[in-house]
């Protein structure tokens, strides 16, 4: 399928007045139409999708918006919800996938499409490989939905659907809805979702790494939402759930990539008192005033992709924001001030050697990484680095691009000798002894049960898995 520009632009001359038809076309519904929405589970044979999950902000932001002028039921296969095998109740099937569970989301989609619903597939693997997710849907949306929402709805209560839904322009992120949590919490099993409320301060990340697919999603844009909404959303929780109960997981790309805006928030939050972890790019937590403002803000958490103790490594991926002098720093600073690390490690680089894994082991130990994350160098579709490496792929198997499978021969290494290394490090690192060498003084709390957890699972880790 080809994407044509013309196809996707507005039948009507300004936003204004799409959305204003778009309420005249919905208040004249004589009927809502109904719409499932799923969140597919990975086949992968890895512990991608056990235990707690995050609640899904991606299909969640979808429900906000569908929630308004449809009917919804929400289904997610994580946590234990079914999809039915008769659909004759829903008009609509809007499935949302990354590369994980996009063979699961495609069957799910043919068999919606087999009972002539109108499946919409969205999310990061439908973007980036548009034409294979529109063998299997009535529409890929491109991107976020909230900048195609009143050109879809509006195809929707018509009937009369294109193969592509793609923006010219991304809205600026004050027009973004609070996400609504009502629909995905009326599932049953909504006691497996992590505590954690996932929430948005800014899109898109303009590093340009060249394995990520941000960029190609956002291009170099970096949108923000006004401070005071974000409060806003933060204090409507603590109202909602008491102050003490909260606890808030940024899903930003890059949310410090605009220092000016990442401080005010962070002082604005220090004055509603609020608990909070993120994803955070390297790029200035060296400073130590940043990590001082980070914890007096209420972070407990910062995970960080270190990536690779490998200058060489860094340089190949254009992994900018990382400065392997500065490693250090940043750790001993977020330490200072009370901050526990969620360290991601990479392996499988070309540039990767056997001494790869005794530096990033000595990294961890020395500087107590209290919970170190190992994964496999993945080339996900649609990146520089997978059209790069593409040759020497071993597999085209989605389930298997979940960042714990072994996708390419690496240089400088055989591909047994990598597994054989990556798993002993896992070991090394969280057998009892390391533990305590890396938790001593660290206060007891859920990071001492996670390494607990990863004890048990490293224990019984084998090369073989990773195939
Ligand atoms: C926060 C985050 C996490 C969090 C939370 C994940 C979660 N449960 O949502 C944690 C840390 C747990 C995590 C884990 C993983 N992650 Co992650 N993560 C992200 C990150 C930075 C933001 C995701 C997010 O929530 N954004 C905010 C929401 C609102 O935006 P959105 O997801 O883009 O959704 C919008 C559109 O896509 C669209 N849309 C989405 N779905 C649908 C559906 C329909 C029907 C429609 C119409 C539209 C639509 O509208 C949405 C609203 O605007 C992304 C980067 C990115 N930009 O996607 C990586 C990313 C999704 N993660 C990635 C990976 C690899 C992983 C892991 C495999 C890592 C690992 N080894 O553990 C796991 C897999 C977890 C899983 N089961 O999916 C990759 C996926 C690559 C790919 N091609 O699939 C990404 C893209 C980063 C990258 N490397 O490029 N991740
Ligand atoms: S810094 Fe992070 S979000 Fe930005 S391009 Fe690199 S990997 Fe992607």
Redesign the pocket.
């Known amino acids: 399928m080809q994407i044509d520009q013309s196809e996707t632009s507005l039948p009507l001359d300004s936003a204004a007045s799409a959305e204003k038809h778009l309420r005249e076309l919905a208040s004249e519904q004589k009927t809502r139409k109904k719409w499932l929405?799923v969140q597919p589970a990975?086949n992968t044979s890895m512990m991608?999708?056990s235990g707690t999950?995050?609640m899904?902000?991606?299909?969640i932001?979808?429900s906000t918006l569908a929630g308004e002028l449809f009917d919804v039921t929400f289904i997610d296969e994580?946590i234990g919800d079914t999809v039915p095998g008769d659909l004759s109740e829903y008009d609509v099937v809007?499935?949302?996938s990354?590369?994980?569970?996009a063979s699961k989301a495609y069957a799910i989609g043919d068999h919606a499409l087999g009972q002539d619903k109108t499946v919409?597939?969205?999310?990061?693997?439908p973007?980036?490989l548009h034409e294979e997710a529109g063998e299997h849907c009535t529409s890929v949306?491109y991107?976020?939905?909230?900048s195609v929402w009143t050109e879809?709805a509006t195809d929707v209560i018509l009937g009369s659907m294109k193969e592509v839904y793609r923006a010219e322009t991304l809205k600026p992120m004050e027009t973004m809805r609070r996400p609504d949590f009502t629909h995905a919490l009326r599932s049953k099993q909504a006691k497996k979702y992590s505590a954690l409320i996932?929430i948005?301060a800014t899109k898109g990340c303009p590093v340009g790494c060249n394995?990520?697919?941000?960029p190609t999603?956002y291009g170099k844009s970096h949108r923000s939402r006004e401070i005071d909404l974000v409060l806003d959303e933060m204090r409507y929780h603590q109202e909602r759930l008491g102050k003490k109960n909260v606890s808030f997981s940024f899903?930003?790309?890059n949310i410090s990539f605009k220092p000016k805006f990442f401080t005010e928030l962070l002082e604005e939050m220090a004055k509603i008192g609020v608990r909070w972890n993120a994803?955070i790019s390297m790029n200035f937590l060296h400073k130590p005033e940043i990590a001082e403002l980070a914890g007096r803000s209420g972070c407990d958490l910062m995970?960080i992709g270190f990536e690779s103790l490998n200058p060489e490594t860094l340089k190949s991926v254009h992994k900018g924001s990382n400065r392997l002098d500065n490693y250090g720093k940043v750790v001993s600073n977020l330490h200072k001030n009370g901050i526990a690390i969620q360290g991601y490690f990479m392996f499988g680089f070309d540039n990767d050697s056997e001494e790869s894994f005794q530096l990033t082991y000595d990294f961890i130990m020395d500087n107590q990484i209290e919970f170190p994350v190992f994964?496999l160098v993945?080339p996900?579709?649609g990146t520089p680095y997978y059209d790069e490496m593409k040759p020497r792929l071993r597999h085209f198997d989605w389930d298997k691009?979940?960042?714990?499978h072994y996708m390419f021969e690496p240089t400088n290494m055989s591909g047994e000798k990598l597994l054989e290394n990556f798993v002993k490090l896992q070991r090394e690192v969280y057998k009892g002894r390391s533990i305590m060498r890396r938790m001593k003084g660290k206060p007891l709390n859920w990071v001492w049960f996670v390494n607990y957890m990863m004890h048990r699972f490293t224990k019984k880790l084998t090369p073989e898995m990773y195939l």
Do not use: K, Q, W
């Not at 394995?211 to 941000?214: D, L, P, Q, S």
């Not at 691009?401 to 714990?404: I, L, V």
């Open positions: 929405l990975s991608v999708d999950v995050s899904p902000l991606n299909l932001m979808v994580r809007a499935i949302t990354r590369t994980l569970n919409i597939l969205g999310g990061v693997h973007t980036m949306v991107g976020e939905i909230e879809l996932p948005l394995f990520c697919t941000t999603i899903m930003d790309d994803n995970s994964s993945t996900f579709p691009y979940d960042t714990y």
